[in-house]
């Protein structure tokens, strides 16, 4: 385990996290319009209703963007270098920023199917991270 730093404890989000230390990916889907958020909203942005409903999202989807990284902007990512960073939208429409976790040799590519997995990187934090799904 490495020693991330914390997300805000923000009461908004807080589903989320909790959810991902037991394994599940929760997002924020609006009542009115169906349509998913991520993150956490007091409102929807389409339709602008007040308030959202919690769901379980598949974890699938896809590679949209992905960067590498090779300088550790927080200490505790100097052991991670290169680490990559990628933009997947899922299968429910939602756009989502995170890791890209793969066997040495496996690359990103747009594209690429990927589906979340959960990585306890301490004992109060499990990240949500991606990895190929063939």
Request: include cysteine; aromatic fraction near 8%.
């Amino acid at each position: 385990m490495i020693d991330v730093p914390m997300p805000p404890d923000d009461p908004a989000n807080r589903p989320h996290w909790e959810a991902a230390r037991r394994s599940v990916l929760l997002i924020q889907r609006c009542p009115a319009c169906g349509r998913c958020r991520f993150p956490a909203a007091r409102s929807c942005a389409h339709c602008h209703h007040v308030g959202g409903d919690w769901i379980e999202a598949s974890g699938l989807g896809v590679i949209e963007s992905f960067c590498m990284f090779h300088k550790a902007y927080w200490p505790a990512f100097q052991a991670a270098l290169p680490y990559t960073v990628i933009q997947v939208k899922l299968r429910e429409g939602i756009r989502v920023m995170s890791n890209f976790v793969a066997s040495p040799g496996k690359s990103p590519s747009i594209g690429l199917p990927v589906r979340a997995r959960f990585d306890p990187v301490r004992p109060d934090l499990t990240l949500v991270r991606f990895e190929p799904h063939v």
